[in-house]
């Protein structure tokens, strides 16, 4: 038996070393991934890094109330975020806030002004047919040049061949295309009042749909106060051209601003939208070298799109400009509008001209990513810039460091030698929590913000309770007259189911405030939730088998006065001791 119960002591101290060489490899093991990674350092968020959050408000259109939904809300996230990455954007955010409300965090850097303005542009993408246009400021829009040959495209189908100033485009077909001259005023409002009243024009199912002019009376008034709006319709002005256009409905005629790469506005009558932007299949800027038409747009549709490009193109192809462009609208502003000499029926377009780099891929942004379910309206925009995050960093910093140095004043007062073990597991927990985050940016997107750095000086009162729960174990068991071996053995079951309880409830507590709500709020409870893990971590695989090892020093194990577990200091009774019975004289005797 005394064998058997000294191999089970030897097991016993063998354990010690185990559970602190377990830790130490995982802690190599994760700095030498974060080394490996390039990312030594946590991403920080927008509020520390500098950058814009934009905070996107979902707005029913009439009698849709039950479109905002969470269906749609997270395809709408997802569109957005496609789009403002799509433009390399690196580390931006896009999330939900509430049920009808998205947050947009936009990192200070390269093209985030592009972004922010792509985000902002968040209605429904539509094809329209120009009925009529002319610069803002009067006068006929500017003619497109038709020269050049055509360029090759594998679908055999041609776009448009896109002028420098944005205001009209043509197939590249081969075909030359004669210049219309500018019209009077008197001219173009007749053409205007022949298009409204024209016989059929094309509905958003590619079909031909009754003018309004065939119902009567009231589709003339209609006309008349669409050309009314039109007249004194000024683009120049931004309060006009926000709400040019409102409350048209995909079937009705409207007007719309757009501008050119002048920078001059154009003010646009159109038609009913003939293809939706959920028609669109994909969109790519390519730069086209073998005929040397530079940057170009490509487009390929749907199948169901197909059929109504090509009904729509069919239709314009048999008009005059500028009847015979369709307007590409999206949140109600004209982005571009080529024109056609043909009916396109391959499925595939292509608009070219003189693009750049950019301003073709933004077009091509926009037409695949265009198409979100629902409307939104900008409610709020914030800017930080980098000097104030730096600030706000600089700040919490301190505020940890205070933290941490009253903790630390403490456990010195008050547990003398014991705190060599305490700030020892504190310095681990801070390590492991350190390069976690910093591997879980590339990883998952986790940004250090403001709040989490507030999660983690809390993390820090939390830490420390788990020591001082054991601490404490341990010298009530020294209070009762026993030596520290022993007592830092039997003190151990007792302070770990403790150790458990509490800290399932502040982990509970994160996990239900990460769930409930979003943005910088979810940052707070994500590290609370991840240093209380990491607290059982340490407290089970370091302070516990630390404290083993050291109850064997002499200087724990007498109880030294600066030990932190004197026994006279914490009040010790005596030693306890086995009693025994007196035998019995006359048993004595026969022995």
Known sequence: MAALKK????????????????????????????????????????????????????????????????????????????????????????????????????????????????????????????????LAGGGAAPQPSATGEPSADPSGDKAGDKATDGASQEATDGSSASADPSASATTQGRAVTDALKADASPS?????????????????????????????????????????????????????????????????????????????????????????????????????????????????????????QFAIVLDGEVVSDPYVRQALTGGNAEISGNFNQQSAQELANMLSYGALPLTFREDSVTTVTA???????????????????LVILYLLFYYRGLSFIAIASLMVSAAL????????????????????????????????????????????????????????????PRARRTILVSDFVSFLAAAVLFVVTVGKVQGFAFTLGLTTVLDVVVVFLFTKPLLTLMARRKFFASGHKWSGLDPKALGAKPPLRRTRRPSAPAQTKEA
């Open 204 to 324: 958003p199912s590619g079909k031909a749909s009754p003018s309004p002019s065939a119902t009567g009376g009231a589709a003339d008034d209609s006309d008349a106060k669409l050309q009314a709006e039109y007249a004194k319709l000024d683009c120049t002005k931004e309060s006009v051209r926000a709400t040019a256009g409102d409350g048209a409905k995909a079937t009705e005629s409207t007007v719309a601003c757009g501008q050119n790469s002048q920078g001059q506005w154009q003010k646009y009558i159109l038609g009913p939208a003939a293809v939706d932007g959920t028609d669109v299949d994909e969109a790519d800027a390519v730069l086209n070298t073998t005929s040397g038409a530079g940057w170009t747009v490509t487009m390929k549709f749907t199948g169901e799109g197909s059929k109504k490009f090509a009904d729509i193109t069919g239709q314009l192809a048999q008009k005059q400009s500028p009847q015979n």
């Open 387 to 405: 000097a104030l995050g730096g600030e706000q960093l600089q700040a919490g910093l301190i505020a940890g460091a205070i933290g941490l140095a």
């Open 7 to 134: 191999g089970r002591n030897a097991s016993a101290t063998s354990k010690p070393w185990r559970s602190l060489a377990l830790i130490l490899i995982a802690i190599v093991a994760l700095t030498g991934g974060m080394f490996a990674s390039g990312h030594t350092t946590p991403r920080l968020g927008i509020d520390l890094a500098g950058g814009t959050s934009i905070t996107l408000a979902a707005v029913p259109e009439a009698g849709q109330e039950s479109a905002i939904n969470k269906t749609n809300m997270d395809t709408a996230v997802s569109i957005m975020e496609r789009r403002v990455n799509g433009l390399g954007v690196s580390e931006a955010e896009v999330q939900t806030q509430g049920d009808r409300n998205i947050i947009v965090n936009i990192p200070k850097g390269t093209n985030s002004k592009q972004a922010r303005e792509q985000v902002g542009t968040t209605a429904k993408l539509y094809f329209r047919p120009v009925i009529a246009t002319e």
């Open 433 to 492: 929590t350190y390069v976690i985050m910093a591997l879980l940016g590339p990883t998952i997107g986790f940004a250090l913000n403001l709040p989490a750095v507030c999660g983690a000086i809390v993390a820090i009162g939390i830490t420390a309770d788990s020591f001082i729960v054991y601490f404490e174990r341990v010298r009530d068991e020294i209070r009762e007259g026993r030596s520290l071996r022993p007592s830092v053995e039997r003190a151990w």
